[in-house]
DNA sequence: TATCTGAAGTGGTATAGACATCTATATATA
DNA sequence: TATATATAGATGTCTATACCACTTCAGATA
């Protein structure tokens, strides 16, 4: 139900409700939706406020909108996923892997020249660096390379970079990612890469850069990962 | 100016204007653009469609809303720009390149089995089957074969096709595209690819299939791109 | 039977106003 | 001088209402 003393905003929680119902099972792809009206008089909140919340679900690709018709579950559940996932474990989850990581390195060192332009901080700022091999369901991955900002994230400890980094910045520090930005190139595994990643040196690798940054640009990490390109497909979704 | 008569909605008619004038660069990254009250006063509308203008700027990127403080033009021009890109010859020339075309192939033919399922048409309906070298200021950069339904698409000559044909569907026939699914993979070149794009057979490949699809989920065309490891990289920005 | 017509229901656009919450600045107070 | 405090102005949320354009479908009409 709607709690409209909340300090949740109304249509903050009427599109938690309907994503839940959508997520659960209770209303499949194609299935329609009660009417804005309905909505409004069940709750007995105003249309506006209906609205706001079916189109931010509408926009992210729960929902699809036809005038005259009605407000139906979208069909396409994958891009539903896809959207908007960032970090490995989310992303292996939702292709129905078990995702885990194997710990190489784990160091806070001065920022060299690059990092700290990347990162946005001084030179020499104390920066974590971590080194995991990635793996789904015991398999080897990726290798992936992260620098996170040591005066920005504190109490970062190897026990916690085994698991989800994401998940701690968000639920322990209450640390909001705002977007990333992914650069993607193929090269040919180096001797290093070939070597973890258990491929013969020379096969081919999914190289991928992202950079990732909070709501006011300020930059929390940088993280280089390489894929297996036997294993790994990168999928997105792009809306015009 | 607002026309209250026009068929363009208001807020789509603000909403074009304030693009405008940021792609102008009459307003500028970092600057603040007028409070939501005052665009009322200024074209005699009322808030809600002011903000509605606002927020669809905002959500694309265009804007950032700060509470109590303002609306600010965003700081990221690069990100805006590789939002939403779909074609090569958008995508090349967001990246300051002059994208041409060599048609290799261009012929009618019955859909194949895998080509009929991607775009959901009866096996052996007819489509046209496109392969174009892809160049950017005239260098190779990647080798591109299209297909896409004829029922569809009506009128597409070899002569559109060494052009952009993403223009021809939009501008001529006024088809809008609404989204495309992108998988990005890893390769090496097959002795085709080397040939065609004048590099070593062996060589990394970035391959790239993307389906693309009106509002109502109807494929328009599936296209393989392999694109040159060494001139190209992929860009994408992922939102939260 | 086949076709037109109109009503009901849907989402889309727009208005005018209200109160809440946050930010920055100016002013009064210790 | 330094610290509270008030206030003006910004965005955020919400209401109640109105009309429009589109879709569907039942019932009237040819």
């Known amino acids: 139900m709607i709690n409209k003393n909340s300090p949740l905003p109304i249509y903050a929680q009427l599109e938690e409700q309907i994503r839940e119902q959508i997520e659960s099972g209770i209303l499949g792809p194609g299935d329609t939706l009660p009417s804005e009206r309905e909505f409004c008089e069940r709750h007995g909140i105003s249309r506006m406020t209906v609205r706001q919340a079916i189109n931010n679900l509408a926009k992210a690709g729960y929902l699809r909108r036809e005038k005259g018709r009605g407000t139906f579950v979208s069909e396409r559940k994958m891009e539903q996923q896809l959207q908007g996932l960032t970090s490995f474990t989310e992303d292996m989850k939702a292709r129905g892997r078990k995702p885990s990581s194997k710990l ?11 990092i700290a332009q990347t990162l946005s901080i001084p030179k020499h700022d104390p920066v974590y660096h971590i080194k995991r091999i ?19 994230v504190p109490g970062l400890t190897p026990e916690i970079a085994t698991g989800s980094i994401y998940n701690y910045l968000e639920e322990h520090l209450s640390i909001a990612i705002d977007y990333s930005n992914q650069v993607i190139e193929s090269v040919t595994a180096s001797e290093t890469e070939s070597h973890y990643l258990d491929i013969p040196s020379g096969s081919p690798i999914l190289l991928m850069q992202r950079d990732t940054f909070l709501k006011d640009g300020t930059p929390v990490e940088t993280v280089k990962s390489a894929y297996r390109a036997d294993r790994y497909k990168f999928v997105t979704v792009i809306r015009r």
């Open 104 to 114: 190489l390195h784990f160091e806070i060192v001065p920022a060299v020249e690059s």
């Open 134 to 152: 990635r793996m789904a369901d015991g398999e080897p991955m990726a290798l992936e390379t992260t620098h996170i900002p040591a005066n920005l």
